[in-house]
């Protein structure tokens, strides 16, 4: 990835340091500047404050999931906020989590543990313009269509939807 013109800032958001540092360290190496969070409430605050090129978050986290975080992000009247691109990374093997994310405005989805070349592939067609938050494109890491459970969504995915439809009413 060493064809990039210039260094792109990425917010890393997850509330596992492990997760962040070793994403992170791929990253600088290919050029990006990294900021990170650990979870979505902080995240939501360095965004506002200086909007990144692109943010990468897992869904479960404290204070505010992924989730909550990309409706946020989606939600903001400032194009520079809601045009971010968002990739998302999680460990929940569910074949609903693609189409889920896809539906809440995310515009990839990377499955932990996390594969270097795969992060680089998926970067890649970031930017080159495959996809974008405006499109209906959508990357993925291939092992996501590889989860069981078709039709199924995981308790935990569902107590996270669950939980972000309570704050959208109230």
């Known amino acids: 990835m060493s064809d990039y013109q210039k260094p792109r800032r990425c917010l890393i958001v997850d509330d596992v340091r492990s997760s962040r540092e070793m994403l992170r360290s791929w990253l600088v190496r290919d050029g990006f500047e990294v900021s990170s969070a650990a979870d979505g409430a902080e995240a939501w605050e360095a965004i506002q404050r200086l ?6 978050t897992d869904i479960e986290m404290p204070n505010l999931s992924g989730l909550e975080l990309i409706r946020k ?7 520079a906020i809601h045009c971010i691109p968002i ?3 999680t460990s929940l093997h569910d074949c609903q989590i693609l189409k889920a994310v896809q539906e809440i405005g995310g515009n990839g989805l990377l499955v932990k543990p996390l594969d270097k070349n795969v992060v680089d592939s998926v970067l890649v067609n970031l930017w080159a313009g495959k996809f974008s938050s405006a499109d209906t494109n959508f990357e993925f890491d291939d092992r996501a269509s590889e989860s069981e459970g078709a039709g199924v969504i995981s308790p935990a995915l569902r107590r996270l939807f669950d939980h972000v439809a309570r ?3 109230g």
Do not use: G, I, K, Q
């Open 51 to 56: 909007p990144p090129d692109f943010v990468v």
């Open 73 to 79: 992000v989606r939600a903001a009247e400032c194009s």
């Open 87 to 89: 990739l998302v990374m």
């Open 167 to 169: 704050n959208e009413r």
